[in-house]
């Protein structure tokens, strides 16, 4: 359905359009006593007003900031659009950041005005006041355990809201005309990134730029008001707002919030959203959870599931992709979507999906060719908060595992002699806050916005993205060096969770290796091999067996890629404990931070290239409370069998 | 970070900085509700409690501590009826009625507003998590066998109002993910919450709790914590329990009782229980 949107440039102005082309219509749902609760366009608009009121009254002004801090709650959404009624920006922070981290965004943008959800978050600004003099009045969603606080800069939503109400009532005129004031050219949001490097950076992006990238995209999948989305991502990532705000106010379709953290998985088999995103590291742990449930099924079972997913893995993308496939195959095809991969749908929560999202970082091949066997439209995106997300998306039909798409109407790229790919496009932010100087080191004067990736097109004009441009090296020979395409391939296994190469400028591959916890610990359980706990079962020399045969895998694969063969991974060392965005070993949306566990753990790099074989290791950990204690470990350095390149050639 | 790395890494935790807790006068702790006076019992030859006293007010967290073996779990049988003290009596205050009784049975107790909990789990394993709170609400059912067999009259609305405070229970104690989970399929420390969650459903007066927190590691035991502070908080529940962990009595009572061989040694606040030379030497152990 295509309606006209025109005139309508900011956020505010589109969802009192909603309100009254389907004021009926489902905006918000969110699973509340075990019922899912509606709430229509039109309550959803009611309620922003009111709430906007309540914030003026407050004292909020034009240009202020408001930090959002929570999980996906339809209020503190409601808080977001009531805050840019008001010309006002939201600034979305990670709910799961400890204290310390969410002082440097609120010192940054000196941020008086904070919506949080509940006592937990309360908690960590107030553990924070004292560093963030400018912060005035902190609202909270949940108001348990709230009864006994005395201090004077807390109020419950509720409250605001009863007051929003009233003067709202007093003067009904107000908030239309300060909604009308609103233009496209102002800041709409603004994100912190979560940043791998010194302090995060406040993306500042504008109306203008969220509603066209939305827009542009949910035409191009001809998204409608009768989709469904579950937001189970942070609201404070980029990702998250443009599905959970950006695009249902340009389509008017409905989003979901879950009742928690651990209730995802059945929240979305009982909505079955039709629209979905998830970063590769989300369907990892989707597939490794069928993989590990397949291992304790029946015979029967197993031996049907394996014929099956053998028979997907051939034809299964064909089919979705509507190339022309054998009748034999089809037949066969149509049975196992009877029998196997219909209920696999229906287990993950998928079977209404029309099309899914993966992006954030590369995807393994093998996993995403899993889901589009099983017959779910999954494809790969690329962006960044700096661009609005929209820069490539897979169009329908011509999807490839290793490419993330041609570019989408209206972004033009290029791509650097070094291989960066540079962007331009309506989609792009307008600042960094209060940084000219990132911003200029950023988007040079002819608009273009350095994404700091390294890529090439493919022959059909795809975009294929291989690592970051600072993180791909050269072996000491001279040999490509991609750590990023190495660890994908360690991580498609179930066992291996997160892994980390070395190499460049060394004369070869050395790896740390994560166990994945639940994987590798019903694998010992089913060997009947006692363990104590996560130290103990990674230092397990089975267990280096079993890892070292994922790593020969890896390595047999290698060597049949030319380029690549001479990054086959020599030695490898399992990690005593996860590596951990609180010990800053992951960014926030968990990515690996490469070089900072190089120094973090350099005697254990500098173990595995001396040749010896064993290495002790004491490493700081901090626990979800803040608190901090070590452990300590002897690790174990194996090697690994490494093909030679023309033999496996011959074979292949 | 995973529970287990945290258990594995235990003894090298640097000493945690005390909770911010809301300051501890700002729950109106009330007069007496139940009094136990002079209270002995035996069983056979073995004196299981002689001529115990104590009081517990309104609104208080009042545990009950001592040796392994001085009666603390004979206490709270006493207490809802379970035992029926030789001597003694037991007083309960309702509104301004004061109730006297030495034979009373669990299902009196129940009725009175005193709910429990047990040292081993006493959940029905094979029924869901949601199923067995509602058990919880069993007291407070009006409908006839006939009415909810056949789902009439009174049954369908009072099933969806008892549904409605067993949700509001699960919100509380955040175990909505396992709803619909068959108990035996879940870990210790979840199965105690739930067991927690069952007695609340019964909206007691008064909860007794027997080692709310016994077989949890460190983090589970923060949680349950949280979760008794916060039902005598929100609730306003008095709440009684028998604990061996010292340091979480210490953290989390207004008053305690210490028993040993069956007798009272002590009685006071934390801080005087602290100080108490007769309860010192229970717990280090000297010649009697």
């Known amino acids: 359905m295509v309606e006209s949107l025109a005139g309508l440039d900011t956020f505010p102005k589109l969802l009192a359009h909603h309100a009254r082309v389907r004021g009926e219509r489902p905006a918000v749902r969110e699973k509340y006593l075990g019922i899912w609760q509606t709430w229509t366009w039109s309550q959803f608009a009611d309620e922003v007003r009111a709430v906007a009121c309540g914030l003026a009254a407050a004292g909020f002004r034009r240009g202020d900031h408001l930090a959002i801090v929570g999980d996906n709650r339809p209020r503190l959404y409601a808080a977001m659009c009531a805050a840019q009624c008001l010309g006002g920006i939201p600034v979305p922070l990670y709910q799961d950041a400890v204290a310390a981290e969410m002082a440097f965004p609120i010192q940054n943008a000196e941020i008086a005005w904070a919506m949080v959800e509940d006592q937990e978050q309360v908690d960590k600004l107030l553990e924070i006041l004292p560093q963030c003099p400018t912060l005035r009045r902190i609202w909270y969603d949940d108001p348990r355990g709230m009864r006994h606080y005395p201090q004077r800069e807390l109020a419950p939503y509720d409250r605001l809201l009863e007051e929003g109400r009233a003067a709202h009532a007093r003067d009904p005129r107000f908030i239309e005309v300060e909604i009308a004031k609103g233009s496209g050219e102002d800041t709409a949001a603004m994100f912190f990134t979560s940043g791998t490097t010194g302090n995060p950076k406040g993306v500042v992006l504008t109306h203008r730029a969220l509603i066209d990238r939305a827009r542009t995209a949910a035409e191009m999948e001809g998204l409608s008001d009768r989709d469904v989305v579950l937001a189970y991502l942070p609201p404070a990532w980029i990702g998250q707002n443009i599905f959970s705000y950006a695009q249902p106010f340009v389509t008017g379709y409905c989003i979901c919030c879950p009742e928690s953290a651990e209730t995802v998985m059945t929240d979305m088999r009982e909505i079955g959203p039709t629209y979905y995103f998830a970063p590769p590291r989300v369907l990892e742990a989707l597939l490794t959870q069928v993989s590990i449930r397949m291992e304790d099924a029946g015979r029967l079972k197993r031996a049907m599931y394996r014929y099956f997913m053998e028979l997907a893995r051939r034809v299964g993308g064909a089919i979705l992709e509507g190339k022309p496939v054998g009748l034999g195959d089809r037949l066969r095809y149509w049975v196992g979507d009877l029998l196997v991969y219909g209920p696999l749908r229906n287990v993950l929560g998928m079977s209404r999906v029309r099309v899914a999202y993966t992006a954030g970082e590369a995807i393994g091949p093998d996993l995403f060719k899993f889901y589009r066997s099983i017959g779910i439209n999954l494809k790969q995106l690329y962006g960044s908060t700096e661009t609005s997300v929209f820069v490539c998306v897979q169009p329908d039909g011509q999807v490839k595992p290793d490419t993330v798409g041609p570019p989408v109407k209206g972004v033009e790229l290029k791509f650097t002699p070094e291989r960066e790919l540079l962007i331009r496009s309506p989609g792009l932010f307008k600042e960094y806050y209060k940084n000219p100087q990132a911003t200029r080191e950023a988007k040079d004067a002819e608009g273009w916005f350095h994404t700091g990736d390294a890529g090439y097109f493919d022959a059909d004009g795809h975009v294929k993205i291989i690592d970051r441009v600072k993180d791909v090296g050269r072996l000491a020979d001279g040999t490509l060096f991609a750590p990023k395409y190495l660890e994908n391939k360690l991580k498609f296994f179930p066992y291996i969770k997160e892994a980390v190469c070395f190499g460049h400028g060394r004369d070869r591959v050395c790896a740390f290796i994560n166990i994945d916890m639940d994987a590798v610990g019903n694998w010992a359980e089913k060997r009947n091999m006692p363990y104590s706990g996560y130290v103990d079962l990674a230092s397990r020399d089975e267990v280096y067996e079993l890892v070292r045969e994922c790593i020969e895998r890896v390595n047999a694969d290698l060597a049949a890629e030319p380029e690549l063969a001479n990054s086959q991974i020599h030695r490898f060392l399992i990690l005593h404990k996860e590596l951990d965005a609180d010990d800053e070993e992951l960014t926030r949306t968990r990515k690996v931070r490469r070089r900072f566990i190089a120094e973090k753990y350099a005697p254990l790099v500098e173990a595995l290239y001396a040749g010896r074989d064993s290495v002790h290791v004491e490493a700081r950990v901090r626990y979800e409370d803040g608190r901090t204690g070590t452990i300590s470990a002897d690790l174990k350095i194996r090697d690994a069998k490494t093909f030679p390149p023309a033999a496996t050639k011959k074979a292949a | ?288």
């Open chain 2, 1 to 288: 970070m995973r529970p287990d790395v945290a258990l594995a890494a235990q003894p090298q935790v640097q000493a945690p900085p005390p909770a911010a807790e809301p300051p501890a006068q700002a729950r109106p702790i009330g007069e007496p509700i139940l009094v136990v006076d002079h209270v002995s019992l035996a069983f056979g030859g073995v004196r299981a409690l002689q001529d115990v006293s104590f009081d517990v007010r309104e609104r208080e967290v009042r545990a009950i501590i001592g040796p392994n073996g001085a009666g603390k779990s004979s206490m709270l049988n006493v207490l809802n009826g379970v035992y029926h003290p030789q001597s003694g009596t037991i007083r309960l205050r309702t509104g301004e009625r004061w109730l006297e009784f030495h034979d009373m049975n669990p299902h009196e107790a129940a009725s009175l507003g005193i709910a429990r909990t047990f040292q081993n789990i006493a959940l029905f394993k094979g029924m869901t998590v949601l199923d067995n709170i509602m058990t919880g609400r069993n007291l407070k059912m009006r409908a006839s066998f006939l009415e909810q067999a056949l789902w009439l009259g009174r049954a369908k609305k009072e099933e969806l109002e008892h549904r409605r405070a067993v949700e509001e229970i699960i919100d509380f104690l955040e175990i909505q993910h396992i709803r619909k989970t068959p108990v035996g399929r879940l870990p210790y420390g979840l199965q105690k919450r739930v067991e927690l969650a069952r007695a609340l459903a019964a909206e007691p007066r008064i909860l007794l709790l027997d080692e709310p927190m016994a077989g949890m590691n460190l983090e589970e035991k923060q949680d349950m914590c949280r979760f008794i502070l916060d039902v005598n908080d929100h609730f306003g529940t008095t709440i009684v329990l028998i604990e061996h962990d010292m340091g979480v009595v210490m953290d989390i009572s207004d008053r305690v009782v210490v028993l040993d061989y069956g007798r009272k040694i002590g009685d006071g606040t934390p801080q005087e229980i602290r100080a108490n030379q007769a309860v010192i030497d229970a717990y280090l152990g000297v010649a009697h």
